[in-house]
């Protein structure tokens, strides 16, 4: 399978339209226009019945306590993990692309609504979720894509990648309210191919792309 993007190229920076923040020299950020990109896939294997695309950030920190933090830096020797930005089920076999700004076109606070999607397709939470539960005013269940928004002040670029899984079933096997670890763990064993493609963001003033 191959996956491509008129919104940006494997290995080059996500533009600003399909992020959550964008840098802004007065406050570090400022929200930006948090549309999802235009996906394509092709070359699927026959006998596949449904399409599953992750995006997850591997290069999260693990601790959180430098993050945002005037005067302090997020070092680049500090373990990284997952975070899940996009996790959208169940896309029939018909499909093989994604428009931009089909299932995000701005920043919502408190969250998406879901899982129900375009396409007869599912998304499930993504991990704004858990960042802002203790938000006043962005807390809630952010359903679907909500892209990039390192810390300001990380000393390492992040790498977003986006999956998109061809299964053997039409439907996965999960019920109510999911996320990326249990999308991955249900898709054990239904994989027939996959394919993916990079992009790199960062906040951070001081780091060049």
Known sequence: MQLSSNSFADGQRIPGDYSFCTPDPARHVCLGSNRNPQLAWSGAPEGAKSFVVICHDPDVPSKGDDV?????????????????????VDLPASLSSIAEGEFSSEVTPRGKSGPAAAHGARQGINDYTAWFAGDHDMSGDYYGYDGPCPPW????????VFTVYALDIERLPLDGRF?????????????????????TYTLNPALTE
């Open 68 to 88: 945002n933090q005037e005067g302090r830096t997020v070092p680049a020797s500090l373990p990284r993990v997952d975070f899940f930005h996009w996790v959208l």
């Open 153 to 160: 002040n990380d000393e390492i670029i992040h790498h977003y």
């Open 179 to 199: 996320g990326g670890a249990e999308v991955r763990a249900a898709m054990a064993g239904h994989i027939l191919a996959q394919a993916s493609l990079t992009g």
